[in-house]
Structure formats: C-alpha cells, structure tokens
C-alpha cells in the first residue's frame, strides 16, 4: 500500500512538472521576437556635409533637404526628408533607381552621369522648375556636382509613377531611366514642400 502511495504521489509530481515544463517552452515561442534595431537611415557625415554645403550657399533653402541613400534597397524606404532646424526625419518614401543602376561583379551599384546611360547619379540637386511631363507634374533638376552635371540635358526629374508603390514591399519595385521616381502618395507630399518653400530645396543622392 506504501509503495503504491509512493508511486501515485511520483507519477502526480512528474505529470505536474511536465505540464509547469511545456507551458515554460509554450510561453517561449509566443513571446513576440523583438525587431532587430536598423542601421541609421541617413549617416551623421552625410548630414554635416549638406549642412556645410547650405551654409555656403544662402540662396538655398536652409531649412529642409531631400536625401536619398542609394546604400538601402530600393523596396524600402530611402528618399528623406530631412528638417535641418529640428534635425531630424519628418517624412520618407521608396524611390526608384534608373534601370542601368544595377550592382556589379563586387556588389556595387553602377552610377553614371553620361546621356543615355540610364543610370541614378550621385551628387546635389538644385530642384527647379516644375512643368507638365509625360508623367503629369514633374520637377526638372539641375546638378550641381561633376558626377551629376548632365542632369538637365539627361532630362533628369523628380517625377511620380502612378504604379510605384507607397509602401516597403517584397522583391523587385520599378526602374526608372535616370530620375528619381516617387508614388504618388508620396509625389503629393514633396510638391506641397517644395511649392511652399521660399528658396529652392536641395535633393543630394548619396551611396
């Protein structure tokens, strides 16, 4: 009878520490895995260098920039906008790299400055005039650098594309030939930017 209490009594405690066992490795998996931090949108020198660059030129405007950081994928947020005054990101959407930007045998993405390249360039934007394209309201853009002189004669602009997602998506987004091109969500946004502001606004593409 003793033996048997014995063995009852076991057999309960192991039944009750299996249960305590499972629900410890249940609570586990349930737990939300928390998001891996991401590295820094925008890097402390690329924002040094436009804000040196605007002090030196008053004729541009010193409050808000457009940066764009070729070094993120093109499905995930990379063109910024960035408040100079409050130093900080106040708005930010997908923007499309030019069909020919594609990365080479080492990884790295091909820029170009060349007519017909149909590449993104790297450098300073000065955004100009706006006027009626074939994508409905465009921004021509006028480099300002050696590696984005041809802009105006590539007829680079900063455009929208009607099927150009808002939002961060899965796999591939659409090509453009050279331009910066936007949804146009996001389109809606920079025009109201730029058309409110007193000096011309400076859109840099870095890498």
Known sequence: MANSSAKKFFSTSLLFLTVILLSCDAQKTTDPVPETPRPDSLSKETVNAITRFLRDHPAMNQQTVFLINMRLPANQYRFF??????????????????????????????????????????GKYRIGQKYKGKFGTAYK??????????????????????????NPADGDVYYSLGCPMVSPKFFTHLTGIIDAADKPIILQIVY
């Open 81 to 122: 906008v960035y408040d100079l005054a409050k130093q900080q990101i106040t708005a930010r959407g997908l923007v499309a790299q030019g069909i020919n930007t594609r990365p080479d045998t080492r990884g790295r993405l091909r820029f170009s400055n060349e007519p017909g390249s149909n590449c993104s360039s790297l």
């Open 141 to 166: 853009l006028h480099g300002l650098d050696k590696t984005n002189s041809n802009a105006y004669a590539r007829a680079i602009v900063l455009h929208k594309y009607d099927d150009m997602p808002n």
